[in-house]
């Protein structure tokens, strides 16, 4: 199962690659850590792209702080070490990464991405998700990604009136346990994480958290409104059969 800190970098990654960027160029000074090593200098770098980022935007986000920088460091490292190393100005090592940072300005600017661009982003977004660097990442217009096409599917329910939206992000094995990502929005709020299936589609767990206040928990608010059953059965008949290949 993802960590907390590795479900909040991948949500807002996009964020975080323009913040690291602007965080090694501008922010910190590399002339200050030729005498230090590289560990200094980009836990320095990670701190104030997460500045630039978060803000006041998660009460008590530090608790997830040890996660985030874990995940970011699995991420930017490679990149950020060989601009270090080199000390020249971060620039992308290949066209393709160039390409993402234009498709994601394109999506910030609300322009419709084409579908050969779509297809990009998502190869971009899988990459990503099995470890990739995103720096690192290259694409062939010819090449078959094997892109997940139920990513961003929607499911909504009714409960008590009260419309509970699930969006399917990814699916990921482990061992006979079957994981489905995803984002629940309930009651105006958001929540992150998965539902666990065995190999049969019978749930045999769900555990999602607010992604603003992380010790808030999806399934806790449900029992206290005592509707949890409804819920799980809403994930079991409409949301599990759908979502299975």
Known sequence: MMTPGQIWVKRRLKD???AVEEAATTHVDIENYKNFNFKEYSIDVYNAA?????NTEIKDWWNMY???IST??????TQLKKYYESEIGLESLNESFDRILD???KVKEGSELRPSEQTMMRAFKKFVDKGGNAEDFTYSDEEDYDVDQREGEKFTYDVMDMPMTYTFSEEYQDGDEINYFGEITFEDEEFLGVISTDKRGFITGYDFYNVLEDDI??????QDMQIEDEVMNFFAEEVIPILRR
């Open 72 to 77: 970011m460091e699995d991420t930017f490292n």
């Open 16 to 18: 975080l690659i323009k």
């Open 66 to 68: 040890d996660s985030i």
């Open 103 to 105: 498709l994601y300005k």
């Open 217 to 222: 928990r999806l399934q806790d608010k449900l």
């Open 50 to 54: 997460l500045d630039i980022v978060v």
